[in-house]
């Protein structure tokens, strides 16, 4: 914090007045069809953007979010709501109602491999009310907040709205520019907070480089019908050097099929019959649907990073969630991490957002109650990999539970972590 607080010394205080901007642009004065101002312009409706625009929205404070789809609807987004998420849910008074959406609990992780089953993870153990992974469309849940952050008339969302442009007067970020709508358009903001995912357009902007990880995995997703009689997923199967993960979609399976890193194109080369043979030779139950899966397009490649910025912030401008730290899919930790990271946000900002007198140390206590907890989760993700994930993929090594699950007293360990994350939040009610 002390250097923190030298720079703000040397010039760096953010000063939110009514000051007249004047910033240069790339684009055509006259080509702006308008200039929107409000308190906090957040970019990109997951489930960072959302869960923060609620949380700033009920506090009072202006909100515009800014999403460059036209809707939550995305293929293959993550749709695990750990007992951290519901428990804010519940803090916020919205976990029955959300519950009312069609959904699936996975209680248990289990991992089966030719030697028997190693049960990974109990959620049933855990001390909340919420004993278990609610498996739920994320597009469900983003527009479920979504509309609850709709009661409140400071709060204001634009679907297609492609931020192309940071605003940027004297070295602090004022606002951005989107195209959409018919045409350009201006928001300038006390605060911009990128939550625009893997891929950062804000991050990019801001010219801020995340340090990497290479895991040693890629995930292809597909779905198959899911009979009631297959039980509640959550299941791992392991063999022959192959990894499939099936999770509940309700009448279909979400399927995540594992390959060694780098191996796409040669399993692709192979044909769609060779994948088919390799899934129904770990999951035979799945023979009498596997023909399903008929073409490539169904098929979501997704390549498998890791990592995190060294800094979260310029003046004017945070980043939370994924664009401020790539997860990987071990345990599905993406989505709470990045609520998490949401309440953390709306707890530290709210209050110098309403006096207008948001500094820079505000927002790097944003990123040093949040980056412990990221780092720590990053390194148990990358234990996984290398300790199970790893050997499961090696065709010549048997496989046996990790050490640490052998002994009694760390056997609820990653219920724990994946349940709830290092440093649990909890809502400040302002």
Request: proline share 6%.
């Amino acid at each position: 914090m002390r250097g923190v607080r030298n720079a703000i010394a040397f010039g760096y205080q953010l000063k939110l007045m009514n000051t007249e901007l004047k910033t240069e642009t790339s684009i055509p004065i006259h080509d702006i069809i308008d200039v929107t101002e409000t308190t906090c312009c957040i970019v990109g409706g997951g489930p960072a953007g959302v869960v923060l625009s609620l949380l700033l929205a009920r506090q009072g404070i202006p909100v515009m979010l800014l999403e460059t789809h036209k809707d939550f609807d995305r293929d293959f987004r993550g749709d695990t709501i750990h007992p951290s998420t519901m428990e804010i849910m519940d803090q916020l008074g919205l976990a029955e109602d959300l519950l009312q959406l069609p959904h699936a609990k996975m209680r248990h992780i289990t991992i089966q491999t030719p030697n028997g089953s190693i049960q990974f993870a109990d959620f049933s153990r855990l001390k909340t009310r919420y004993q278990y992974i609610t498996m739920m469309p994320q597009a469900k849940f983003l527009e479920f907040i979504a509309q609850e952050a709709k009661r409140y008339p400071n709060f204001q969302l634009v679907l297609g709205a492609n931020v192309q442009e940071l605003i940027e007067e004297n070295g602090l970020i004022r606002g951005v520019r989107y195209r959409g709508h018919g045409g350009w358009h201006e928001v300038r903001a006390h605060l911009t907070v990128g939550a625009d995912g893997r891929h950062s357009k804000l991050r990019q902007l801001a010219g801020l480089k995340p340090i990497e990880t290479s895991p040693p995995m890629d995930v292809l997703w597909f779905r198959l019908p899911r009979k009631p009689e297959d039980g509640e997923g959550g299941m791992g199967r392991f063999g022959g050097g192959r990894i499939v993960v099936l999770l509940n979609r309700g009448d279909e399976w979400q399927i995540a099929y594992v390959i060694s890193k780098g191996g796409y194109q040669q399993l692709r080369a192979a044909g769609l019959e060779a994948l088919q043979k390799s899934v129904i030779e770990v999951v035979p139950q799945l023979s009498d649907r596997i023909q399903s899966l008929q073409d490539w397009s169904q098929v979501a490649f997704l390549s498998v990073e890791s990592s995190r910025l060294p800094r979260w912030y310029l003046p004017g401008l945070l980043l939370i969630g994924d664009a401020a730290h790539v997860m990987s899919p071990v345990g599905g930790v993406g989505i709470n991490y990045a609520v998490q990271d949401a309440v953390v946000a709306a707890n530290i900002l709210s209050e110098p957002l309403k006096r207008a007198c948001l500094h820079l140390w505000d927002l790097a206590e944003v990123q040093r109650q949040r980056e412990w907890p990221t780092r720590i989760i990053q390194a148990f993700q990358s234990l996984v990999q290398q300790q199970l994930l790893v050997r499961a993929l090696d065709p010549n090594q048997s496989l046996s539970p990790p050490g640490f699950l052998r002994l009694p007293i760390l056997r609820d360990l990653p219920a724990r972590i994946i349940g709830f994350g290092i440093c649990p939040v909890r809502v400040q009610t302002g």
